[in-house]
């Protein structure tokens, strides 16, 4: 699993790595994948740290856990591949992507051209068993992400950091809000969407914040197709 995970983020969580308790979390994810269908593939595990090299983090997005229906989860928060049907919470984004900046929904719902610009689309476990939701939870893979996010509090240059629900919100208090910008919102998932997710114009506070940091703006347009490494063949504005 190890071996998928890009150097430069290797060298930042080299401490980790090395640990009996990253031992553990690997041979307990060897052991599902043995028994059960676990998502996602194990070459997409890591995919959020190939897209959003370390250096150029700006905006970390934490989500919760993996997509766990056939062929969803690809290794992005709330992302899944061209040709899966959208799930709710990212119709829920989309919706409220169009209402903040104006457009259309989006075609599909893959969003590495969001990871490719500096977005760290980050899930706070990295796996789970098919069709069994928080299956991974409580197994370490907190722990592992719990310290990605501290390694990118501590970069020097400020960083916006997305929360969207309680879950993720809990994770403020390892933040430090003198330096970066923390922005919060319910859950855009249908059980919440509508107690502040929808009307929070997320996406325009997200570039506010970045032109305040001094950092470029995302630009928020979802390719209409995305070749076999998810890289923009042609655009198609939200």
Not at 3 to 31: I, M, T
Not at 35 to 46: C, I, L, Q, R, S
Not at 91 to 106: C, M, Q, T, V, Y
Request: hydrophobic share 40%.
């Amino acid at each position: 699993m190890i071996d998928y995970l890009p150097e430069d983020w290797r060298k930042v969580l080299a401490a980790e790595l090395a640990s009996e308790k990253f031992r553990k979390l690997a041979a307990f994810v060897a052991d599902q994948r043995a028994k059960y269908t676990v998502y996602p593939p194990e070459a997409e595990v890591f995919t959020a740290f190939r897209l959003t090299p370390f250096a150029q983090v700006r905006v970390l997005l934490l989500g919760q856990d993996p997509y766990h229906g056939t062929g969803e989860a690809h290794g992005l928060c709330f992302s899944v591949k061209p040709g899966v049907p959208i799930p709710p919470s990212l119709r829920n984004i989309f919706k409220e992507l169009a209402n903040d900046i104006g457009g259309s929904i989006p075609s599909h719902g893959c969003l590495t051209s969001w990871a490719k610009q500096g977005m760290l689309m980050l899930n706070a476990v990295l796996t789970v068993r098919a069709n069994e939701p928080a299956s991974h939870a409580r197994q370490g893979w907190e722990w592992f992400t719990d310290a990605v996010i501290q390694y990118v509090n501590a970069k020097p240059t400020p960083v916006v950091f997305v929360l969207w629900g309680a879950y993720a919100q809990k994770k403020a208090t390892r933040i430090d809000a003198s330096r970066h910008t923390i922005l919060q919102a319910a859950h855009p998932s249908p059980l919440s969407a509508n107690k502040g997710f929808l009307g929070s114009r997320c996406f325009s506070q997200i570039n506010a914040a970045l032109r305040r940091h001094g950092q470029p703006e995302i630009d928020w347009t979802i390719p209409v197709t995305v070749d076999s490494e998810f890289s923009t063949t042609v655009a198609e504005k939200p």
